[in-house]
């Protein structure tokens, strides 16, 4: 430990090689700090030991004060209780003596922070940390005085809660997502991080109403709650004052702006070591919450949004609210109206009633409240509806606890919506909503032929759309076709490979040649995609026409035939038709030997995959070995490219080395896998880290760490929702996810939501096919090898 009683002339000295972890931590930061702020070594190394005595300590912290200011009361006072704990902590000591040893240029760069600690009387939260860490005699001394500093503090009023509405008592359903808000956010004894859910969904589902019911249920559990109405700005910034001053920390008559009102709330809540909740309801502009957004891991914050995009960006899980289903909601329309139909025909008309307004919620209880009302049947509201909903819904007040009608809360989103989605919306109107494709709304680009259309697509595709329309022919075919090969090659390696495919496909209308080499690299490119996208029988396809279009340009036992080999075995490996997939790797190796072995690294990268696949685990990592070593290439110099295909190859290893039962070793390559797609596709991921992540999952599963793999499966499910390249990874993490939670004890209700999820993301991915409730369907929606 260090001794705070070092003299004066040891004051240049370097810690010596005992000293204290936290001295040295705290050393190392006062110099880079200060190096930061423009002071050189030799201007401040003299300050660093003058502190002799705890006295000397205290009058040292006062008198950073400048002059004309008041500390508060309960700092100052902290100040007195905390002397017979410095006796005992050399630690503490040490670490003030480093903020307050500094002058000039850095005494004024620290008054920043301790101008802060005065303002808001923090009271060292950050030191009872390392008080903890000495373990010294005093150290239950030194908590039950920090602990009696914290709890003088009069102007705050705990509980303290601010809830627009109470508890709903007609609040219908939504079980399995009250449990999905409880076991995100419920506050935990020694908890390590906050926690956060974005709730989204289409205006009137009951994201509010859901997220009210959470609050109004919570109120036991949490210090204080605070909602938060965020559509705005000024609305944010009210709500934030005035919850501010309700608990306390501010008065009516203080001389602050907003800003810093907002200010001290947050320094407050991240200081405080309550469990609070905030609610940011109705959330257009996520980067308004950065003001106030927390950093305590007392935390639990909700977000409500209509935007998907919006509740991704703050919130690692996200629960979408879906309209209810139509047995739900004829039973939830029987319990708002209060009305239980005895007769069939009322009970057809109450089902119907209920699938003409789509298992809306806020419809549902404006419908009700309407019946309700007028004592109708509901045989009789129907027609009514159906003939003038426009009437019904602006006849009905707003229901309790929530601001919009139907009416009010479309016209809100549609005027939210850009000016091209108006467009889409309002040509809309004039088709028959049943015959209207879903996927018209759902893709970002779409092929129509209609100038009407035409605002649908970017630049580029209006010209490609222009050429196909009318016929249009280029001088050289031939270029204009390797130019949009190059643009969907690039699409490709940048993880869009729908899009690429569309740009491939197009440069293959515009010139089929099947007497160019450009168009056989084309089929073959195509056949790239296709397997990403696991369709290896569409790819099989695309790589045989490549191959017939060689064969009438190249000799037959030429390098470019056995390349086309190669990509002919990986199709056969995916689909999982070994002898097809070794045949053609032998064909390719039989052509490599023939003419340069040195350039078989990629026949032998497939024939690692293929006998991997195979269950021939050894003879795949002397294949992948050998492919590294006609490269010249080490297995570090491997980890450390930044070339796609070679995360693939570390992902191989991976996996290689986990069927040797080197599991450690699989693990640990398995994770670098991660870090290294991470840093080429980027943090928020793709196709390609979502896969990585998964096979670390599994490997974690089966070494019995089912709450590390629950937390992996559950990072893909939370990737970008937009991001269609994703959809499948995340189908398949929604059903593993579901096992995983089971086997740690998860709630069967929440499991069996999972599945839901899955089963959801599986039949949107397979348009209607044939649902197959087994793992090997859901391992099938990704490839088998994403390299």
Wanted: glycine residues 4%.
């Amino acid at each position: 430990m260090v001794n705070i009683e070092k003299t004066a002339d040891m004051a240049a000295a370097e810690p010596q090689a005992d000293s204290s972890p936290i001295w040295k931590t705290a050393l190392e930061r006062y110099f880079a700090e200060t190096r930061k702020g423009g002071i050189k070594d030799a201007a401040i190394e003299n300050h660093l030991w003058t502190v002799q005595t705890p006295e000397d300590l205290l009058n040292g912290i006062e008198a950073i004060v400048p002059p004309n200011t008041e500390p508060s009361i309960s700092w100052a006072r902290a100040l007195k209780e905390l002397k017979p704990v410095l006796l005992g902590l050399s630690d503490f000591a040490a670490i003030i003596a480093w903020a307050f040893g500094m002058d000039g240029k850095v005494a004024v760069l620290l008054w920043g922070s301790i101008r802060l600690i005065l303002m808001f009387s923090r009271r060292i939260d950050e030191v009872v940390d390392m008080i903890r860490l000495s373990r010294e005699s005093r150290t239950a001394e030194t908590v039950a005085i920090i602990q009696n500093t914290k709890s003088k503090d009069p102007s705050v009023r705990l509980p303290c809660h601010s809830i627009p509405h109470g508890l709903n008592l007609r609040f219908f359903g939504r079980e399995s997502q009250m449990g999905i808000l409880k076991e995100t956010l419920g506050p935990e004894k020694n908890r390590q991080e906050m926690r956060a859910i974005s709730i989204h969904g289409i205006g009137g589902v009951g994201k509010t109403q859901l997220a009210l019911q959470y609050a109004n249920t919570s109120l036991g559990i949490y210090d204080l709650i605070a909602w938060v109405p965020a559509e705005s700005q000024i609305k944010l910034v009210q709500a934030l004052s005035a919850f501010t001053t309700k608990l306390g920390l501010a008065e009516e008559h203080d001389q602050m702006d907003n800003s810093q009102v907002v200010q001290r709330l947050k320094d407050w809540l991240n200081t405080c070591g309550k469990n609070f909740l905030l609610v940011f309801d109705n959330v257009d502009d996520v980067d308004i919450l950065e003001q106030i957004w927390p950093a305590s891991s007392h935390a639990s914050v909700i977000i409500t949004t209509r935007s998907p995009s919006v509740a991704s960006r703050r919130s690692k899980k996200i629960l979408r609210l879906e309209c209810f289903a139509l047995e739900p909601a004829t039973e939830m329309i029987y319990a708002l109206s209060g009305k239980r139909p005895s007769q069939e025909c009322d009970v057809t008309a109450a089902v119907e009633l209920c699938e003409l307004l789509g298992g809306l919620p806020l419809a549902m209880e404006q419908v009700a409240a309407f019946i309700r009302d007028r004592d109708f049947l509901f045989s009789e509201v129907l027609p009514k509806l159906k003939k003038s909903a426009e009437k019904v819904f602006a006849r009905t007040r707003a229901i309790d606890a929530y601001e919009h009608t139907v009416s009010t809360v479309w016209n809100l989103s549609l005027e939210q919506l850009s000016e091209q989605a108006k467009i889409l919306h309002n040509v809309l109107a004039f088709f028959d909503p049943d015959h209207v494709s879903e996927h018209l709304i759902n893709q970002t680009k779409v092929r129509l032929n209609d100038p009407a259309w035409e605002f649908l697509l970017d630049d580029f595709d209006q010209l490609m759309k222009l050429t196909k329309d009318h016929g249009l022919r280029p001088e050289n075919p031939g270029i204009w076709a390797e130019l949009v090969f190059r643009a969907g090659t690039y699409l490709w390696e940048k993880e869009q490979p729908y899009l690429a495919q569309a740009f491939i496909e197009f440069g293959i209308h515009i010139h089929n040649d099947d007497s160019s080499s450009t168009m056989a690299q084309a089929h073959r490119i195509l056949g790239h995609i296709l397997l990403d996208i696991a369709q290896p029988h569409a790819a099989l396809k695309a790589y045989t026409k490549a191959l017939s279009i060689r064969l009438r340009t190249e000799e037959a036992n030429s390098p470019q035939i056995a390349d086309v080999y190669d990509s002919i075995a990986c199709s056969y490996t995916e689909i999982g038709d070994m002898p097809n997939a070794f045949d053609f790797i032998e064909r390719a190796t039989a052509i490599h030997l023939a003419h340069d072995p040195q350039h078989m690294a990629r026949t032998d990268a497939i024939r690692a995959m293929a006998c991997l696949r195979d269950c021939r685990p050894s003879e795949a990592l002397q294949a992948l070995q050998k492919c590294w070593k006609l490269q010249s290439l080490s297995q570090q110099e491997i980890e450390q490219s930044r070339y796609p295909k070679h995360s693939g190859d570390v992902m191989l290893l991976a996996r290689i080395l986990w069927a040797l039962e080197e599991r450690s070793t699989g693990r640990e390559l398995a994770s670098r896998a991660v870090s290294i797609r991470r840093g080429i596709f980027g943090e928020n991921g793709g196709p390609r880290v979502a896969d990585s992540l998964f096979h670390l999952a599994l490997m974690l599963s089966e070494d019995g760490e089912h709450v590390l793999s629950a937390k992996l499966l559950r990072e893909i499910t939370q990737m970008d929702v937009g991001m269609k390249e994703i959809k499948p990874h995340q189908a398949r993490a929604f059903w593993f996810l579901a096992k995983e939670e089971g086997k740690i004890g998860t709630r069967q209700d929440l499991c069996e939501d999972l599945k839901r999820q899955a089963k959801t993301a599986y039949q949107a991915l397979k348009h209607g096919q044939t649902f197959d409730d087994s793992d090997q369907a859901y391992m099938n929606l990704v490839s088998w090898m994403l390299w």
